[in-house]
């Protein structure tokens, strides 16, 4: 079982002169709960080497079991610090794709051509994909096979419209993930703020936000079994 996970290489939020990056909970509890059952995990970005960390990610308040054990993991350390350059991996490669969250994926994965034509390759191999958080929306140009939105007439969850208002970057951000997945056709719906809320529509998963990064992963690993 070989899966790939997807990270951003932005780090810029905006116009604000603040940095962004991937959230760590969202990496660090997929990481565990696909290693700890027994997978090979390869880390991808956008420009290879090591993404950028949201700092805001790794504030105290901000910290799991997983995240901490991840800060103290050399080989998870090692792995982060020398991701692929993502267009040098082939969906064919891997039995599955997760795609953690953070602001930057907004910016750079959603309008990259390689992420985009990696997970359509994912879909019409019909492989598990899975995207927590803000992830859901690198989905926004991404099609099915039947060339409509990926999203479309299907279950989707992912960071609300309100969550995005509580951390004060409704105005920041290049768009947000609710308005997309449903303006794609999507079936989208949400569970409380910042509980766990994951949905599973054929091999596609979401989860709605960073306590949501577990059960998605769990979630992509039911489809691998």
Known sequence: MKILLVLTSHDQL???????????????APYYALKDAGAEIVLASPKGGQPPLDPKSDD???????TR?????????AALASTLVLSSVKAEDFDAVFY???HGPL????NDADSIALIEAFAKADKPTGFVCH???????????????????RKVTGFTNSEEEAV??????????????T???????KGADWGSYVLTDGKLVTGQNPGSSHAAAEALLKLLR
């Open 14 to 28: 905006g116009d604000t002169g603040k940095k962004t990056g991937f959230w760590l909970e969202e990496l660090a």
């Open 60 to 66: 105290p308040d901000a910290q799991t079991d997983d």
């Open 69 to 77: 054990r991840f800060k103290a993991d050399a080989e998870a350390q």
């Open 100 to 102: 953690p969250g953070g």
């Open 107 to 110: 910016w750079d994965l959603a």
């Open 135 to 153: 992830a859901p929306g690198v989905l926004k140009s991404v099609n099915g096979p039947d060339g409509k939105p990926l999203v479309n007439g």
């Open 168 to 181: 004060g970057l409704t105005d920041v951000v290049p768009f947000l993930v609710e308005n997309v997945l």
């Open 183 to 189: 303006a794609n056709g999507g079936d989208y719906s």
